[in-house]
């Protein structure tokens, strides 16, 4: 009797032991079938270092959302259309046509398998401010970003006078940050533009309409050799890129870098430029509720000079002042840049360009090596505790 108890308990034993493999080998079968082994392809950009610092005991994560290398097709569209798997579509952020003689088309944006491509073209059966009007593309992210975050792109501008632009906008147009602006064209007319990248910002209201953007020289970045980006970017035909990105740290603090190079910081009540190898330290002032001005330009107060940048000498140059160089005039009650912000990458015709007569002819807008703007991969980055133990 014992004996078969026994042999019972074996049994029942070996069956609950060949039970529970069966079932493991099930649930292992089951994982496997339903493990993704679609291998994982790398964004073009994703060896390139990101040159902002996360912060202390932090790591960049990358947004894939909001971030494309543009390696596959869209082609042109004549209606509102997404692509790029849903991240961008082919207008302005809303019904808005464009600015100056701006007319944003759906049919003048195109993927072409390495770049994204944003065309220009005359418009000649409208008019605007008294000239012709210009075809221009626009894209914009579905997927909007926020601070902490850095955005940065490499592009090619066109080669006409004509903005280039990527930039960020809230959904209700009251805070934008300009990535990079720049008007590559050397016409007459726009040959000292065409030396610069303009690195802004705007604060608005909307009703009444009211705009405060930074008007202090520095903010007009140049690199020593370049007369053109335009030709620069063209470069005879064989297309050449400049990498810009912000950094938006917080609502009070932008960084701005150009090749991978911190270039031009705005924290709070100062700013720091980078200039011919050197850090100006700078604040600005105002007399009777209004920014002092100088020679046309935006009055900077200098604080230091040094050879390197430093944070901390920033926050001293900061705390000398009470002009706040985000949003001087408190136009966003005191939040500074605390809104998500869509993604937008667009040319365009710009009112105060087509008033000094700085505006594209008939020829240079039918040129194929002029009239396009290139965007080779544009990355967003958000910082994230990097689980290291100390």
Known sequence: MKFNLLLISLGVSMLIACNGKSKQNEQNNSENESKDTTPVV???????????????????ELQTDTSDD?????????????????????FYH????????????????????????????RNPSTEKMGVPGVNAGCITSNKKVKYPVFVEASISVANIAL???????????TQEIDI??????????NEYFSQFIHLSHHSFIREPF????????????RRNGVTSWGEYSWNNGNRKYVRVGVNWVSPIH???????????????????NKINGKWDYDYPSMTDGKLDMDAGYQKLNNFETST???????????????????????????????????????????????????TPSDEDLADPNKNSMKVDWIRVYKPIASNISA
């Open 42 to 60: 790398e964004m073009e950009f994703q060896k390139i270092p990101v040159p902002a610092n996360a912060g202390d005991s932090m790591k960049w």
């Open 70 to 90: 543009f390696n596959y097709l869209h082609k042109p569209a004549t209606i509102r259309t997404d692509f790029g798997d849903g991240k961008w579509y082919n």
């Open 94 to 121: 809303n019904a808005w046509n464009g600015p100056g003689t701006t007319y944003w088309q759906y049919d003048h944006v195109e993927v072409n398998g390495d770049d994204l491509i944003i065309k220009s073209s």
């Open 163 to 173: 903005a280039s632009d990527v930039w960020l906008l809230s959904p209700d147009d």
């Open 180 to 189: 990079i602006e720049c008007y590559g064209g050397k016409e007459p007319k």
């Open 210 to 221: 009211t705009d405060y953007q930074p008007t202090d020289l520095k903010s007009w970045w």
């Open 254 to 272: 932008f960084e701005y870098y150009i090749d991978g190079e911190l270039v031009r910081v705005l924290y709070d009540k100062a700013m720091a």
């Open 308 to 358: 390197t940048y430093s944070l901390a000498t920033l926050k001293k140059a900061s705390e000398q002042s009470k002009v706040n160089v985000i949003d001087p005039y408190n136009f966003q009650k005191g939040t500074g840049f605390n809104k998500e912000m869509d993604i937008i990458i667009n040319v365009e015709s710009q009112n105060w360009h087509v008033l000094d007569k700085r």
